[in-house]
Nanobody, 127 residues
């Protein structure tokens, strides 16, 4: 069993930055592949970024590539998502997700590949 708690969301202006955190408990983070997804009002949940459990391999959605950065601190059992140059279309609830059975160097980009989800944190970007 893995518990995930996101934090760091808020209301910002276009061009600003935020850093989201996802604290994991129940398993050591080095045994878990992690991902971030988001869901805007009226839209389906979409992939944002993912990081492998070992090696730090990352993958990003095209819409955030070059603006967002995912990282992990296994000592703190926490995954981060740095959001830079935010746009109004980035407004959504952001969820972190964990996959417990994973190849060490693989980052997973499909929501069905994840076993556990956090409760989400709201990011609102005003124009």
């Amino acid at each position: 069993q893995v518990q995930l708690v996101e934090s760091g969301g808020g209301l910002v202006q276009a061009g600003d930055s935020l850093r989201l955190s996802c604290a994991a408990s129940g398993r050591t983070l080095s045994s878990i592949a992690m991902g971030w997804f988001r869901q805007a009002l009226g839209n389906e949940r979409e992939f944002v970024s993912a990081i492998s459990r070992i090696g730090g391999n990352t993958v990003y959605a095209e819409s955030v590539k070059g603006r967002f950065a995912i990282s992990r601190d296994n000592a703190k059992n926490t995954v981060y998502l740095q959001l830079n140059s935010l746009k109004p279309e980035d407004t959504a609830i952001y969820y972190c997700a964990a996959r417990t059975a994973s190849y060490s160097g693989r980052a997973y980009s499909k929501d069905v590949e994840y076993d556990y989800w956090g409760q989400g944190t709201q990011v609102t970007v005003s124009s």
